[in-house]
């Protein structure tokens, strides 16, 4: 029988299969092609030098014994690595032929002698081990669905994390974008999907990382000259969620690299999960390339929890911490903290640690001394009804002749002044501003904005509307 490079690789394959863990081998032996067979020498294919120093790293012992068992003692291997051209001109290798097969790429063969190098693997999450052979997630696990409470404020946004969990890459919400103000429970959702990902498929590599640390490593490998590798590492994960995306703006390099990272995921049918402060039409200094990506899939908003989601969200803590509470205390606490799920939670347990030191119950009146204390400490971020409440008491008018139809050039003015101080006061995302004042889109309140901008510049009267505003609505 005549051999052929597949039916030598097919013979090493099934070797090597019985001695490694079914993960491992799916992770680094399927992606391989057999490209030639001359002599004694079989060409792979392997797809970045990453992958190819993590075989010599992890597996050339194996790869020798395998080639040994079907060749003989004179076995050699050549590595294809096939380099994009998407990624620069940073080439590991100086000896380049083209690929026989494909014309469009191009490819640097390694003439591999089976000895066991040690080439420094630089990516920080990689455990090394053919047995243990993982990405570590960088999940918290306290963070899941069964302590994400679903309220009207975060409905669509768990509902659409749940679908992401329970079928990474196969919906159409990828990304998912999940953006809204601070303590409102981004984190918390995007860990709990990649939480039950791996519940539910332990085979595949999910990674949580913050936009901050991933700008980090990006820097770190361009100091280091190994930019490929960095792009290639994160190419092999299954599910990557980037918390505080918009803290890429202004960061082109980086941005740069993220865009050729999300299209390669992407198009492989791998999930990316997102989260953001603003919505992407609201995000500064952003590529415009990048922004249209992060709205292929969902963008699903976070707002500020209802008054039943406050007070479910209590007695869940509670019932944690293992403390009982009187209704009526409950019912303050969830009336008087509203801006977000974060301090309500460390109202609580200041309320909690007070009592246990202090031996005293928790009645109303330590309640009311706590939420005061910590509300006095805390900077407030006032409604948007409380912002169209004051504008129109300014101008002497109800509401609902706020959020009207007319164009009556007062009534105008009034509208754009409480878009304005919305945007500028409150995390809210331009949609959700347009929303809430009248029904209007996000390209209204946009137009709004800039008119304020502009007549606060060139009328001395508008001036004054807004420096009298901004003292009334001041936090």
């Not at 409470?149 to 992401?164: C, F, T, Y």
């Not at 944690?320 to 509203?338: C, H, R, S, T, Y």
């Not at 200041?350 to 910590?374: C, G, P, Q, W």
Request: net charge positive.
């Amino acid at each position: 029988m005549t051999l052929t490079a597949q039916s030598v690789w097919d013979n090493c394959l099934s070797f090597i299969k019985d001695n490694i863990t079914p993960q491992a081998y799916k992770t680094w032996f399927e992606p391989i092609k057999a490209v030639k067979l001359t002599d004694n020498a079989l060409s792979i294919q392997v797809p970045s030098k990453f992958f190819y120093e993590w075989l010599e790293e992890h597996y050339v012992k194996l790869l020798k014994v395998a080639l040994n068992k079907v060749l003989g003692e004179n076995a050699k291997l050549v590595y294809v690595i096939k380099m994009e051209n998407t990624y620069g001109n940073n080439q590991p290798f100086t000896e380049r032929i083209p690929s026989a097969n494909r014309s469009t790429m191009k490819s640097q063969e390694v003439d591999a002698p089976l000895k066991n190098k040690n080439p420094e693997l630089k990516n920080p999450f990689v455990i090394p081990g053919i047995r243990n052979l993982q990405i570590e997630s960088q999940l918290n696990p306290n963070y899941n669905f069964e302590n994400f409470l679903e309220g009207d404020s975060n409905r669509l946004a768990r509902s659409a994390g749940m679908a992401v969990a329970n079928k990474p890459g196969g919906t159409s919400f990828n990304p998912l974008l999940i953006f809204g103000g601070v303590g409102l429970g981004k984190t918390h959702l995007a860990h709990a999907i990649g939480v039950q990902i791996k519940d539910k498929y332990p085979a595949k590599t999910v990674l949580y990382i913050s936009a901050e640390k991933f700008t980090q490593q990006y820097i770190e490998s361009v100091k280091k000259n190994n930019r490929n590798d960095f792009i290639h590492f994160y190419q092999v994960i299954d599910v990557l969620i980037v918390d505080d995306i918009q803290l890429l703006s202004g960061k082109a390099g980086t941005q740069d690299v993220f865009f050729h990272i999300f299209n390669h995921l992407h198009q492989n049918g791998k999930q990316v999960i997102l989260t953001s402060d603003k919505a992407p039409v609201d995000m500064q200094d952003i590529e415009q390339r990048l922004l249209s990506r992060f709205k292929w899939g969902l963008s699903a908003e976070l707002q500020h929890p209802s008054f039943e989601t406050r007070i479910a969200i209590i007695k869940q803590k509670l019932y944690q911490d293992g403390v009982e509470m009187p209704e009526e205390i409950v019912e303050f606490l969830a009336n008087n903290i509203k801006t977000n799920v974060r301090e309500l939670e460390g109202a609580i347990i200041s309320l909690i640690a007070h009592s246990s030191f202090n031996k005293k119950e928790i009645t109303l009146d330590l309640a009311k001394k706590i939420v005061d204390n910590y509300v006095k400490h805390t900077k407030r971020e006032v409604s948007i009804d409380y912002i169209q409440k004051i504008v129109s008491d300014y101008f002497q008018m109800d509401v609902e002749t706020l959020q009207s139809k007319t164009r009556k050039r007062h009534i105008v003015q009034a509208r754009q002044l409480a878009m304005f101080f919305a945007k500028k006061l409150t995390k809210a995302s331009l949609a959700s501003i347009g929303s809430q004042i009248g029904q209007r889109d996000h390209a209204t309140v946009l137009h709004a904005c800039k008119t304020v901008d502009n007549l606060a510049s060139t009328d001395k009267q508008f001036r004054k509307y807004v420096e009298d505003l901004g003292k009334k609505l001041s936090v």
